[in-house]
C-alpha cells in the first residue's frame, strides 16, 4: 500500500506542474499578442511611409521611423521570449518525467480502486432492485385479497428517502441510536430471498464515485493508461483517454428512484380517495331512513365520486412515461377503472323500485349470501321495504353496507346481472301502483243510505263514480293477471288475484243489492196497501211479508256496519240472502202478473195501460188524488 505522505506530495506535486504549465500557457498568450500587435504596428508604419511625398525632407522621415519603433522594454522582452520559453519547457518536462513513475503507480491504484468499487456499486445495484418499492402487480393483489394503502404508500416514500439517502444500505439512524433497515412494502422481486443490504448507500457511493474521478482527473488529466506498458509507463499523459468508473448504473438508480417518487407521490391522493370510497356505504341515506341510523359509515357521494375518479384518471395520465413501466401504475389504473365502474352500479342499486325481493335475486344473481343486501332490520338499501317480504337476512349473514364488499364481489364484472335486476325493479313500479291506485280508490268509495218514502226503510244509493271505477280497475286487474311481471314473482299474482277477486264480490253485491231493492220497491207498495190483492193472493202475501220483513233487516243491518264497498262486499252470506229474497219477490211478482190479468179481462182499457203503470194503479186505488197525478 502507497505512503498517505508520498500519495499526497505526488498530488501536490501534480496540481503545482499544473499551476505552471497554466502560467506557461499564459505567458505564450501573452507573447503571441504582443508579437501579433508588434507586427500590426510595424505593418502600419511601413504603409505610411510607403505612401508619403517624395518632396519630404530626409529628417521627416527619420523622425517617423523613430516614433513608429516598439518601446524598448518591449522589444527586450522580445528579444529574450524565445529562451525564457525554452527555459521553461524545459522544466516542465523534466519535470513531467520526475513524476511519471508516481503518476503510472497512482493510476494503478486509482485502477484497483475503481474497479472494487465497481464491483460494489454492482452489488448494490442488485440489492437495490430487489427491494426498490415498485409497488405490487393486480394479480398478486387480487390473490392477497389487499390492497395498496396508504400506510404502504407513506413506507414506500420512507423507503424512497432511505434508499437516496446515506447511511448502510439505506438505513437511517433513529433517534436513541437504533437502526431501521429498509424493507419496502411491495417489491418486485418479493418471492426471492432477502439480499444483505451494501455497506454504503447511494449517496455514498455517488460521492466515492465523483471523488475518484476528480483524482482521476488531477492525476491523469482526463485519461488514465489503458495498462501498464512501457511506453504509457514513462508517459501516462500520452496514453489513450478511457473511464476508470462507470456511473450509469448509479445514476441509473437516482433515475429511478426520481420517477418511482413521482409515481408513489402521485399514489398518495388517489389511494386516500380510494380508501374514503371504499369505506363509504353504498346506500342512499336519504332513501333510506334506517340506513342513515344504522350506518356507522357515511354514504358515497357519487357526484364527488365521479369527479375524483375523473380527477385521478387526469392524475395518472399526467405521470411521465417512465411511471408506467413499474407494476403500481397499472395496479393503481385498474383499480381505478374498478371504481369507475362500480358507481353507475351503486347509481342503479340506489334506484327508490329496489324491494326485499330484489335484494335477494340480486344476492343470488352476484353470487352473494342471501340476504346479504338487507339491512340488520330487514330492509332493503335502496327503496321502501316490502312488507310481504318472507326472507329476511339471519344474524350469521354478512351485510353487504360498504363500497369495498361491493368491490370485494367483483361487482363491475358481474354489471349485466346489476342492470338486469334493477331494470325489473324499474318495471315492476308500474304493476305496484296500479295496485295502490286501485287500493286507494276503493278506500274510499262508500255505500250511501237515503229513507224510501213512508216505509221507515233506508234504501242503497251506490255513488255515481262507482260504476266507472268498477269497470276500469277491473280492465287493469285483468291486463296485469296476463303481464309476465306478475306472474314473475309470489307477490304480484296474490295481489292481483286479491283484488279481482274484491271487484268480483262488489260487482256480485251490487247486482244482487240493486235488482232485490229495485223489486222490493215496485212490490211493497202494491201487497202493503191492496186488501184486495192480499185477499186474492194470500199465499204471495204471505211470502212477500217474509221476504220483506228479511230485506228490511238487511238494510238495519247494512246502516249498522262500515259503509264501505269492500267492507259491505266482504259481510259473509249477504249475496246469497239477496238473491233468495230476489227469488222469493220475483214469485210474487209472477202472481201478481196473473191477478193483473184477471183486472185487464174485468177492464179492457187496462190492455193500454203498462204493467208497471197498472201496478201503481192498482196499488193507489184508495188514493184518488194519487192515482189522478
Not at 427491494?131 to 393483489?141: T, W
Not at 385479497?145 to 439517502?165: F, I, N, Q, T
Not at 444500505?169 to 417489491?187: D, H, L, T, Y
Amino acid at each position: 500500500m502507497a505512503d498517505p505522505r508520498s500519495v499526497a506530495a505526488l498530488y501536490a506535486a501534480t496540481k503545482t506542474a499544473k499551476e505552471v504549465a497554466e502560467r506557461n500557457a499564459a505567458v505564450q498568450e501573452s507573447l503571441a499578442a504582443a508579437s501579433a500587435a508588434a507586427a500590426l504596428l510595424l505593418a502600419s508604419s511601413n504603409s505610411s511611409s510607403s505612401s508619403s511625398s517624395s518632396s519630404s525632407s530626409s529628417s521627416a522621415q527619420q523622425q517617423q521611423q523613430q516614433q513608429s519603433r516598439l518601446p524598448e522594454a518591449l522589444e527586450a522582452a522580445l528579444a529574450a521570449a524565445p529562451a525564457a520559453w525554452a527555459s521553461l519547457t524545459e522544466t516542465a518536462a523534466s519535470r513531467e518525467r520526475e513524476l511519471a513513475p508516481a503518476r503510472a503507480a497512482e493510476a494503478e491504484r486509482l485502477r484497483a480502486e475503481a474497479a472494487a468499487l465497481a464491483a460494489e456499486a454492482s452489488r448494490f445495484v442488485s440489492w437495490f432492485d430487489a427491494v426498490v418499492p415498485v409497488g405490487e402487480e393486480e394479480e398478486k393483489e387480487k390473490e392477497k385479497g389487499k390492497h395498496c394503502s396508504s400506510a404502504d404508500v407513506a413506507e414506500a416514500l420512507a423507503a424512497l428517502e432511505r434508499l437516496g439517502g446515506g447511511g448502510k444500505g439505506g438505513k437511517v439512524e433513529e433517534e436513541g441510536g437504533g437502526e431501521e433497515e429498509n424493507k419496502p412494502p411491495s417489491s418486485s422481486s418479493s418471492s426471492t430471498p432477502a439480499l444483505a443490504p451494501p455497506p454504503r448507500g447511494l449517496s455514498e457511493l455517488e460521492a466515492a464515485a465523483a471523488d475518484l474521478c476528480g483524482r482521476q482527473a488531477l492525476i491523469c488529466g482526463v485519461a488514465v493508461p489503458e495498462a501498464s506498458s512501457s511506453s504509457t509507463a514513462a508517459n501516462p499523459a500520452t496514453a489513450t483517454p478511457t473511464t476508470l468508473f462507470d456511473a450509469s448504473p448509479l445514476a441509473a438508480c437516482r433515475s429511478t428512484l426520481g420517477v418511482l417518487r413521482t409515481l408513489w407521490e402521485c399514489s398518495r391522493g388517489v389511494v386516500a380517495s380510494f380508501e374514503a370510497w371504499e369505506k363509504s356505504s353504498w346506500r342512499s341515506n336519504s332513501s333510506s331512513p334506517a340506513s342513515a341510523s344504522s350506518s356507522a359509515s357515511p354514504s358515497l357521494d357519487l357526484v364527488a365520486a365521479s369527479e375524483g375518479t375523473r380527477a385521478a384518471a387526469r392524475a395518472l395520465a399526467a405521470l411521465p412515461k417512465g411511471c408506467k413501466k413499474f407494476p403500481l401504475f397499472p395496479a393503481l389504473e385498474a383499480r381505478l377503472k374498478q371504481f369507475q365502474d362500480v358507481i353507475p352500479l351503486v347509481e342503479e342499486m340506489r334506484h327508490l323500485s329496489m324491494r326485499d325481493r330484489h335484494w335477494h335475486q340480486l344476492a343470488s344473481s352476484v353470487g352473494a349470501p342471501p340476504g346479504s343486501f338487507l339491512q340488520e332490520n330487514g330492509s332493503g338499501g335502496g327503496g321502501v321495504s316490502s312488507s310481504s317480504s318472507t326472507c329476511s337476512s339471519s344474524s350469521t349473514t354478512t351485510t353487504i353496507t360498504s363500497v369495498s364488499d361491493l368491490l370485494a364481489l367483483d361487482l363491475p364484472s358481474k354489471a349485466p346481472a346489476v342492470s338486469a335486476v334493477v331494470e325489473r325493479a324499474r318495471r315492476e313500479v308500474g304493476v305496484e301502483k296500479a295496485l295502490q291506485r286501485i287500493a286507494t280508490t276503493w278506500s274510499s268509495l262508500s255505500l250511501t243510505f237515503a229513507p224510501f218514502g213512508s216505509t221507515g226503510v233506508a234504501a242503497m244509493a251506490p255513488p255515481p263514480p262507482l260504476a266507472d271505477a268498477l269497470e276500469g280497475d277491473a280492465l287493469t286487474l285483468q291486463s296485469l293477471a296476463s303481464s309476465r311481471l306478475t306472474a314473475s314473482g309470489p307477490e304480484f299474482p296474490r295481489a292481483v288475484s286479491l283484488w279481482s277477486g274484491r271487484l268480483a264480490a262488489v260487482d256480485s253485491l251490487l247486482a244482487a243489492w240493486t235488482a232485490t231493492q229495485r223489486k222490493w220497491q215496485a212490490l211493497q207498495a202494491i201487497f202493503a196497501g191492496s186488501d184486495d190483492l192480499r185477499s186474492r193472493l194470500p199465499n204471495e202475501s204471505r211470502q212477500f211479508d217474509a221476504a220483506d220483513a228479511d230485506f228490511r233487516a238487511l238494510m238495519r243491518e247494512a246502516l249498522s256496519q262500515s259503509p264501505l264497498v269492500i267492507d259491505a262486499a266482504a259481510v259473509a252470506g249477504r249475496v246469497p240472502r239477496l238473491e233468495r229474497q230476489l227469488e222469493e219477490l220475483e214469485g210474487c211478482e209472477k202472481a201478481l202478473r196473473g191477478y193483473l190479468e184477471s183486472k185487464r179481462v174485468a177492464f179492457p182499457r187496462f190492455y193500454f195501460v203498462s204493467p208497471a203503470d197498472l201496478l201503481d194503479l192498482l196499488a193507489r186505488g184508495a188514493d184518488a188524488h194519487a192515482v189522478e197525478r
